[in-house]
């Protein structure tokens, strides 16, 4: 899942938009994301901006990026889709707009990403099934139809090699014998049948309180439930989730330009405390900010969020970003 910079929330707000989905290039420097039915494009190194109307953003191929336009659909033709290349590696001049000092605008809605699921990204495990007590029962059955089958066809086999009219005996050893290896492909293979583990949680919902002090401790608590496992898996709840402060702020510059900034102040690890009385499992852990000179200058444009992370992929995304309310200081 794409996380989109800050830059880009700041001028969809500005024109009363929001954005969507949005894209990456592979080394970090340009973002797309569709906004207003439109695309916008950031170059993050040189802080600028482009915007495409009526076209939507598919995807990046080294410094190109691809977009979509369609085509409003008549009485004799339908709609039809435009795929497009636009150039960021060299754009002639005038493509480019400078971006908008947020400082002059005010801050924008911070992107929050709540969903009611969440599948964790790391490589799936794999357990040996538990077998039923009928599972055994029918493993005997095949067990003892093996040992027959086998007996019998080897035999038969034995029987043919006397001659004359015992070759008759030839062709029932081969057939007893042929099935006496698929029983043997089969028990081997139900034995051995595995199934994945998936670590996921649905249903998921965060308790922050009215909001939060600099330099008081508060507790955050994170409710979900386990999702119903499809076929072939066996679904469970993550033992733990990380958990981080962040502050989005606009830091100034000595040559009085400015830039977007993310600190994490505070970082800790929920564990799975315990069930609620609706069946739902509990993380609780608590975050505390320490005091910071900078605080006081970055209060006007600063949004305290926190951020939730899979610890088995610690460098991916967070899964669930929420803001939190700075409360005035006691």
């Known amino acids: 899942m794409t996380r989109l910079h800050p830059s880009i929330a700041s001028i969809a707000h500005l024109s009363g938009q929001a954005a969507s989905y949005g894209f990456v290039s592979a080394d970090g420097r340009y973002q797309a994301a569709e906004v207003g039915g439109g695309t916008l494009v950031v170059d993050l190194w040189e802080r600028r901006m482009h915007r495409a109307p009526g076209v939507y953003p ?18 004799y033709l339908p709609a039809w889709t435009d795929l497009q290349r636009i150039a960021l590696a060299g754009a002639p001049d005038g493509f480019w707009a400078p971006w908008p ?10 992107a929050e990403r709540r969903p009611a699921q969440w599948t964790s990204a790391a490589p799936q495990a794999t357990e040996r099934m538990r077998r039923s007590a ?3 029962i029918a493993w005997l059955f095949a067990l003892a139809a093996l040992a027959f089958f086998a007996l019998f066809g080897f035999n038969a086999i034995g029987w043919s090699l006397a001659g004359g009219w015992h070759w008759l005996w030839l062709p029932v050893g081969v057939v007893f014998s042929a099935f006496w290896g698929v029983l043997v492909l089969f028990v081997v293979t139900t034995l051995r049948e595995r199934r994945r583990v998936r670590i996921a949680l649905q249903e998921l919902s965060l308790e922050r309180g009215e909001g939060f002090r600099i330099g008081e401790p508060f507790t955050l608590r994170l409710l979900g439930t386990v999702p119903a496992p499809q076929a072939g898996e066996r679904t469970a709840a993550p033992e733990r989730i990380g958990v981080r402060l962040m502050r989005q702020s606009v830091g100034g510059e000595p040559d009085g330009g400015w830039t977007w900034m993310e600190d994490c102040r505070g970082e800790a690890v929920a564990l799975c405390d315990s069930t609620t009385r609706a069946g739902r499992l509990l993380y609780a852990c608590e975050l505390c900010a320490e005091p910071s000179p900078e605080d006081a200058d970055r209060a006007p444009l600063a949004a305290w969020f926190v951020e939730l992370h899979d610890p088995a992929t610690p460098d991916a995304a967070p899964f669930f970003i929420a803001g939190l309310r700075l409360l005035a200081a006691r």
């Not at 598919?58 to 009485?75: D, M, N, P, S």
């Not at 000092?101 to 911070?110: E, K, N």
């Open 101 to 110: 000092d947020p400082r002059a605008a005010g801050p924008a809605p911070l």
């Open 134 to 136: 009928t599972d055994w």
């Open 58 to 75: 598919r995807g990046f191929e080294g410094g190109t990026l691809e977009v979509e336009g369609e085509e409003t659909a008549t009485g």
